[in-house]
Structures are given as structure tokens and as C-alpha cells.
């Protein structure tokens, strides 16, 4: 058997979030069959999948953030004035670093009522444990150092603020639910002394327990014959942790058939045809259909506004979640007046990600649940990731579905997937508009092409690429000739942005300052300046000194607003017969786009 871990550091919270990732993605399909609470619409499997991805792809990039620190900067010579909060000897990150980045991913990337509650259980454990990893950091920094981890006793504690916190969060809580099952883990872990792998076995065991009961517990279970599907996600996740410091499943074999026998008249959850819930107890409330929306963003705003939001929308629906802290939340409800939800969220500070999914209707891929034919696919759609809200605006105009990435918030595979989804037609074409989302978007084309769906992937590499590929993009045309256009298009354009530096850095321009102003062409520094629009201007002569006809400008919130004006001026007098054509991005991270055609 492989040396399996019997502390939790960083490195076990990553194979931890692994495992998690396979596990739900191995259960997704029997989640969502057993999704009847509290709206039968079949999506708790695919929404806590999405949301372990998210935490997962979280902590890999502070993996892979630690190793770059630790290859580029050997030890003992980093910079004069450089800190690295949390790196060792070997590039690794702390315990503290590790916990904070799954609880963030998973905040932002939450989806649905159960991934919410996730979300939040995640986050208590993050409390925790990043206090306590702290703590054990600064001893071992003095000793010999190394990356900080926890024992037994901090993962027990982390469990029960996990259950509490989560409860808190949810306006109204119902037992025979995921926060039934989370209290009985904590209740089990703890009763129970020992090291991690103790710990976790006794949680999963206090969790299966209780996911066994739930039909005891809530009438609408009982009469589907099912246990609660969070919480048989929540199990999943228990199991993964479990398996991270024994290296053994401790469900293999025993526990599927167990929650299976609970499904009356089959063989098993695959086999359940889709209960009848019309006049199921949904919030506790009999013969009540419920409100007709979900609504989910991520709200940025303080503790008091977020308090006052929440006895708002508790009053215009039911499943109130409201989940994160420090400013950033993510918010979930259940309403008939979508609208209402949405001002209420800007009322409070600034909500983005917003996302109202109408139950009657459903997405693509949950459509016809309740007995109503799914509309007609659409022969072809364009989906693409856009790096900001206005962005995002322009491609919608176009037809396009979209998917907004936040700053140093890339979408993970399974939001593309659930875009295409979305885009509910018979052929896709995809733009991922990032070099660093090929991988991601090749395995979301993938997966999407085994449900059924014709995918083509374009490797766009920037937003201004997407558009070029978008303006000759022409549905009535046949595919693979619409497809080669779009290609041909996208690979015609150069693309470019102005940034500021974060932090020193070695790049093919030379080396950089934190403040510096870098303009990057096809991806590589190009130029590092001091002024924001000299810089943009030299990088824009560099890019049409090659020739152009056409220049797409892009500006983020962040950049002085004389910039675009200067350089069509400069474009204007400079370069005959080139036309500009100026966006505005909203918050996308750089200063300015700009494309060359």
C-alpha cells in the first residue's frame, strides 16, 4: 500500500480535493437522479461536482504558483525586499495557504443549493485549520522548516465549525438534509481520539449513519424513496478524506448497496424513474409548487449590508443560502420575483456572476424533468469565455453564450460543459479566448461530445481573437465551413494587452518592478514602461508595423479614459487606411485589449 499521510498539510488537501473531484464525478449522475429536494430539478450531483472542481483547480494553482516562486528564485537569493508568504525549501505552500485557496475556489465557483452549503463547510473547515496551520508554521519557520500541518484534534475541531457555520448560513434549516448529515460527522469525529485517518473514518461512518435516516426525516424523501442527495454528496467528499489518510475507500462495497436498498420497487438509484413531487413539502411548507427562479451571484459587500440582504430576501422567497465572509459572498435563493433578487444584491454592494435559471423551463440538460417536452436544440451556437462583463455584453449581442472569468478566476471544464449546455444546440463552436484554457476547454468539447453534441474547439488566445473569430461567423453556412472562417479569422489576428506588474519578475523584456506597466504581445512582454498609455502606444507601432487593416481596442475599468482616444489619433494620422473600432471590458483584469487584424 502506498505511504499514505497521518497529518494534514498541504499536500493532503490536495490529494483531498483530487479524490473529492473523482468521487462526485463517479456519483454525479446517481446525485442528480435522487435530486428531489428541495426542488426536484435533478442537478445536486453536477452542481457539487462543479463546485470541488472549482476548489480543486483553486489549490492547484497555489501549487503550482509555489513551484514557479521556487524555480525561479533559488534559495537564499530572492530579491532584496522580496517576501513569499509561506514558501519553503522545496516550493511548496503552507497548510494556511493551501485550506484558504480550496475554501475561496469553492466560494466562487459554487453552484446550487447543496454547493453552497459546500462551500460553507468548506470554509469552516478552512477557519480552522489555517489558524491552526498558521500557528504550527511560525513554530516549525523557527525550528527547520518546512510546509505547516495539522493532527486529529484540529481536523475534529474543523469539522464541527464546518456543520455549525454551515447551518448558520442557511435562513431556515431542514433536518434530513446535507446539515443533518454534517452535524452527525462532527458529532462522530468528535467522540473519537486518534490521528486524522481516525478522525475521518469516524466522520464518514457518523455520516452514512445519518444519510441512511434522512427519508425518516423529511416527508419528501420518504416518498421517493431516497435518501437526501447533499447529503450523499457530503458523503463523497467524507469518503475522499477518508481515503486521503488510509489509502483504502472505507464505502467500497458496503455502502452504495445500503443507501440503494432505501430506493422501494428498483434495484438501485440508476434504475429510479423521476418521482412525481407536485405537492411535496418543500421548505416546510405542504401543496406549495415553490417560487419559479433560482438566483445565484457573488456579492462583494460588508457584513452589515449582507445582513440586511438577507432578511430581504427572505422574505421575497425560501432556500436562502448565503455563504463566504470578508467582503466576498455567494448568495442563493429561491424566488418568483428574479428581479427583486438581483436589486436587492446591487442594494448591497456589487453582485456579478449572476446567474437566474427558471425551473419551469430548466437548462438543456435537466429540461423535461417534470413531464413537459424539451424544446427544440438550435442547429448551431458559439460559446466563449470573456474576461468581463462588458465583453460579455458585446458576445451575447452576437448570439454568443458566454462564460465570464473573473481575474485569476479561470472557468473550470465543467462550466464549459454546462455552457453548451446551456447554448442547447445540435453543433458548438468553442472560444476559450486564453492559451491557458486549452486544456480545460479540449475536455469540456469532450465531455460535451459524448452527451451528444458536434464540438469544435478554436484555440482562441485572447478576447480580440474571439471577436475576430465571431464577426464572420455565419450559422446557415455548413459547419466545418463556418468552423474553418472562424479559424482562419481568429489566427489573422494579433493580440496584445497593458498590464501593470504585480510583483518583480524576470520577463524576454528584462526585469520588471511591481508598478511597472508591461505590454505583452502574442502572449510574451514586450515592453515595460512607467506610463500607461506611452506604453500601449509603443506596443500598438510594434503590432501594425507587420501591417494591419483593422485595430480593436478593449478598455478595462481601471484605465484612464484619454487612453483610446490617443491612440486613434495616433492610428488615425500614423497609419493609413487602418480603421479602430473601441470596447469597453469592464473588469477584465488588463488595462487594454488590442487586437490587430
Known amino acids: 500500500m502506498p505511504q499514505v499521510p497521518q497529518t494534514l498539510d498541504a499536500l493532503a488537501v490536495r490529494t483531498w480535493c483530487g479524490l473529492a473531484l473523482e468521487a462526485l464525478g463517479r456519483?454525479?449522475?446517481?446525485?442528480?437522479?435522487?435530486?428531489?429536494?428541495?426542488?426536484?430539478?435533478?442537478?445536486?450531483?453536477?452542481?457539487?461536482?462543479?463546485?470541488?472542481e472549482s476548489a480543486a483547480a483553486a489549490v492547484e494553482a497555489v501549487f503550482a504558483g509555489y513551484e514557479t516562486v521556487a524555480a525561479?528564485?533559488?534559495?537564499?537569493?530572492?530579491?532584496?525586499?522580496?517576501?513569499?508568504?509561506?514558501?519553503?525549501?522545496?516550493?511548496?505552500?503552507?497548510?494556511?495557504?493551501?485550506?484558504?485557496?480550496?475554501?475561496h475556489g469553492a466560494l466562487i465557483g459554487a453552484r446550487g443549493n447543496s454547493g453552497t452549503i459546500l462551500a460553507q463547510l468548506l470554509r469552516g473547515m478552512a477557519q480552522v485549520l489555517a489558524a491552526d496551520g498558521d500557528a504550527d508554521g511560525e513554530a516549525r519557520s523557527e525550528t527547520h522548516g518546512g510546509a505547516a500541518h495539522?493532527?486529529?484534534?484540529?481536523?475534529?475541531?474543523?469539522?464541527?465549525?464546518?456543520?455549525?457555520?454551515?447551518?448558520?448560513?442557511v435562513a431556515h434549516p431542514v433536518e434530513g438534509t446535507v446539515l443533518t448529515v454534517a452535524a452527525a460527522a462532527a458529532e462522530a469525529?468528535?467522540?473519537?481520539?486518534?490521528?486524522?485517518?481516525t478522525v475521518a473514518c469516524a466522520a464518514y461512518e457518523g455520516a452514512r449513519a445519518a444519510l441512511v435516516a434522512t427519508p425518516g426525516q423529511l416527508a419528501v424523501l420518504e416518498r421517493a424513496g431516497v435518501v437526501d442527495a447533499g447529503g450523499r454528496g457530503l458523503l463523497a467528499v467524507l469518503e475522499a478524506l477518508a481515503e486521503t489518510f488510509t489509502g483504502e475507500s472505507p464505502g467500497a462495497g458496503r455502502v452504495?448497496?445500503?443507501?440503494?436498498?432505501?430506493?422501494?420497487?428498483?434495484?438501485?438509484?440508476?434504475?429510479?424513474?423521476?418521482?412525481?413531487?407536485?405537492?411535496?413539502c418543500v421548505d416546510g411548507r405542504p401543496g406549495d409548487d415553490g417560487p419559479a427562479?433560482?438566483?445565484?451571484?457573488?456579492?462583494?459587500?460588508?457584513?452589515?449590508?449582507?445582513?440586511?440582504?438577507?432578511?430581504?430576501?427572505?422574505?421575497l422567497g425560501d432556500s436562502l443560502v448565503v455563504v463566504g465572509g470578508d467582503g466576498l459572498w455567494n448568495v442563493h435563493v429561491h424566488v418568483d420575483d428574479a428581479g427583486a433578487a438581483v436589486e436587492a444584491g446591487v442594494e448591497a454592494g456589487r453582485p456579478y456572476r449572476i446567474r437566474i435559471t427558471h425551473f419551469?423551463?430548466?437548462?438543456?440538460?435537466?429540461?423535461?424533468?417534470?413531464?413537459?417536452?424539451?424544446r427544440e436544440r438550435a442547429q448551431r451556437a458559439v460559446v466563449a469565455v470573456v474576461p468581463g462583463e462588458g465583453l460579455a455584453g458585446l458576445y451575447a449581442e452576437a448570439g454568443a453564450t458566454t462564460v465570464l472569468a473573473r481575474p485569476g478566476e479561470p472557468p473550470a471544464s465543467g462550466e464549459l460543459v454546462e455552457a453548451v449546455r446551456r447554448a442547447h444546440a445540435r453543433e458548438v463552436v468553442l472560444l476559450p479566448n486564453d492559451a491557458d484554457?486549452?486544456?480545460?476547454?479540449?475536455?469540456?468539447?469532450?465531455?460535451?461530445?459524448?452527451?451528444?453534441?458536434?464540438?469544435?474547439?478554436?484555440?482562441?488566445?485572447?478576447?480580440?481573437?474571439?471577436?475576430?473569430?465571431?464577426?464572420?461567423?455565419?450559422s446557415e453556412r455548413r459547419f466545418d465551413e463556418d468552423v474553418v472562417a472562424m479559424t482562419s479569422a481568429a489566427g489573422a489576428t494579433r493580440y496584445a494587452e497593458v498590464a501593470v506588474a504585480e510583483r518583480q519578475s524576470w520577463t524576454m523584456a528584462g526585469i520588471c518592478q511591481a508598478g511597472d506597466v508591461l505590454g505583452l504581445i502574442d502572449g510574451d512582454v514586450a515592453v515595460i514602461g512607467s506610463d500607461i498609455t506611452a506604453t500601449a502606444e509603443t506596443v500598438l507601432d510594434r503590432m501594425l508595423a507587420a501591417g494591419g487593416e483593422m485595430v480593436t481596442l478593449v478598455l478595462g475599468d481601471e484605465a484612464p479614459e484619454s487612453i483610446t482616444a490617443h491612440l486613434e489619433v495616433r492610428v488615425r494620422e500614423s497609419y493609413l487606411a487602418v480603421d479602430t473600432v473601441v470596447y469597453r471590458g469592464g473588469r477584465q483584469g488588463a488595462l487594454l485589449l488590442i487586437g490587430v487584424e
Open 437 to 474: 484554457l486549452r486544456h480545460t476547454a479540449a475536455a469540456a468539447a469532450e465531455q460535451a461530445r459524448t452527451e451528444g453534441v458536434r464540438v469544435a474547439l478554436i484555440p482562441t488566445r485572447s478576447a480580440v481573437q474571439g471577436i475576430a473569430a465571431l464577426a464572420v461567423h455565419e
Open 150 to 169: 495539522t493532527d486529529g484534534q484540529a481536523l475534529r475541531l474543523a469539522l464541527r465549525q464546518a456543520a455549525d457555520s454551515a447551518r448558520e448560513a
Open 293 to 315: 427562479f433560482e438566483v445565484t451571484y457573488l456579492l462583494e459587500a460588508d457584513d452589515a449590508a449582507v445582513a440586511r440582504l438577507r432578511a430581504r430576501l427572505d422574505r
Open 189 to 197: 469525529a468528535t467522540g473519537t481520539e486518534g490521528d486524522c485517518g
Open 72 to 103: 525561479v528564485v533559488p534559495t537564499g537569493s530572492a530579491p532584496t525586499g522580496a517576501v513569499f508568504t509561506g514558501v519553503t525549501g522545496v516550493g511548496l505552500p503552507t497548510l494556511a495557504d493551501t485550506v484558504r485557496a480550496m475554501a
Open 27 to 52: 456519483a454525479r449522475e446517481e446525485i442528480d437522479a435522487i435530486n428531489v429536494y428541495p426542488v426536484a430539478d435533478g442537478d445536486t450531483g453536477t452542481n457539487l461536482y462543479l463546485t470541488v
Open 360 to 374: 419551469g423551463l430548466g437548462d438543456a440538460h435537466t429540461a423535461g424533468a417534470a413531464g413537459r417536452p424539451p
Open 256 to 280: 452504495t448497496g445500503e443507501i440503494h436498498a432505501r430506493v422501494h420497487g428498483t434495484d438501485g438509484v440508476h434504475g429510479t424513474d423521476r418521482v412525481d413531487v407536485d405537492g411535496a
